[in-house]
């Protein structure tokens, strides 16, 4: 029994050390790199479509700098013009991996802005700076199967989208009623989700969609901070103003897109003259996107508003 035992442990060591062996590849033009899952026996040609899932960080501070998992796959077709700009020092390990791979490897930032993408390594980086790679193919597709695919995808990224958005607005809304209530607010809520404070009731014509109307405002997030506003005055109470610009009620048209949703929405629940305080939810803002360097991704957005006229 020990003798078999003995075999057998030896035969594990030798297939534990075939499989290091095989995940552990050289490119053809020198790249090292790991295999973390096999998949099929499909390889690509020249024209064909890869459809990458791809992270890349900093390996020394783990900071990210790419990630397809917060939108949709990278399709990237195997020696287009773009493809063949460079020296292919990535590249060439796309068109090595087999449908359904998952690799990772070290690249140097010289090699990967010089020699991949066939540019200067921007100021403030090390050349010498190590970037790693995490890289799955998820799809090999042909020309007549690219379209097929882009509509899946979209449709996914679109269901992905709106369950994170109705997850981020509850959120919002338990923040904002909790501020309302910590403050001793009484706000409206509509049904999309905005907060609405009167502040002043006026009596002239209701907007709706459609119309055209000028809107005197101020914006600022929870904590107080200002990002905006049509005040002179108070741009430059708060270091906002810009040489130039006209400060002057903003003028659009109401349900077209010109202005964030919670503006077009918010606004149609006002008349002309009316003052009013929306707490706008993040979803009904700029959303996971950072605008600006105040309205940081998911920023809860407060706006004082003049329904100055309808046109």
Same mark, same amino acid.
């Given at each position: =029994? ?12 030798? =297939? ?7 995940? #552990? ?20 040609? !020249? ?29 990237? $077709?195997?020696?287009?013009?773009? +493809? =063949?700009?460079?020296? $292919?020092?990535? $590249? ?6 087999? #449908? ?16 991949? +993408? ?35 995808? =979209?449709? !996914?990224?679109?269901?992905?989208? #709106? ?7 509850? &959120? ?48 600022? !997030?929870?904590?107080? $901070? ?11 109470? !708060? ?23 919670? +503006? ?15 707490? &706008? ?31």
């Amino acid at each position: =029994m020990k003798s078999i035992k003995s075999i057998l442990g030896m035969l594990a060591i030798v =297939m534990i050390m075939a499989a290091c062996n095989k995940s #552990e590849i050289t490119s053809r033009n020198g790249i090292a790199y790991k295999v973390i899952t096999e998949g099929s026996e499909k390889t690509s040609e !020249k024209g064909d479509y890869l459809v990458l899932n791809m992270m890349y960080k900093e390996k020394d501070t783990d900071s990210l700098w790419y990630d397809t998992a917060e939108n949709m796959p990278q399709v990237i $077709q195997q020696e287009d013009s773009m +493809w =063949m700009a460079g020296d $292919q020092m990535v $590249q060439v390990i796309f068109a090595e991996m087999n #449908e359904g791979d998952s690799v990772t490897f070290d690249i140097s930032a010289e090699d990967l802005f010089t020699k991949t +993408w066939n540019q200067q390594v921007p100021p403030g980086i090390d050349p010498a700076k190590v970037i790693q790679f995490n890289i799955g193919l998820e799809r090999i597709l042909k020309q007549d199967e690219l379209m097929a695919w882009y509509q899946e995808a =979209m449709d !996914k990224q679109r269901v992905k989208m #709106e369950k994170q958005a109705e997850e981020q607005l509850a &959120i919002d809304q338990e923040i904002i009623s909790a501020y309302l209530s910590e403050n001793g607010i009484e706000a409206t809520p509509t049904e999309s989700g905005i907060f609405i404070e009167m502040l002043e009731e006026g009596s002239g014509k209701e907007a709706n969609t459609g119309d055209t109307v000028r809107v005197a405002y101020a914006g600022y !997030k929870l904590d107080g $901070q200002f990002f905006d506003t049509s005040y002179e005055d108070l741009a430059r109470e !708060k270091n906002l103003y810009q040489e130039g610009r006209p400060y002057q009620p903003y003028e659009f048209v109401l349900g077209q897109g010109m202005v964030i949703r919670g +503006w077009d929405e918010g606004i149609t629940e006002l008349q002309e003259g009316d003052k009013a305080r929306f707490f &706008i939810p993040s979803t009904l803002a700029y959303g996971p996107q950072q605008r600006s360097e105040v309205i940081g991704p998911n920023s809860i957005l407060v706006f004082d508003l003049e329904l100055v006229e309808v046109k």
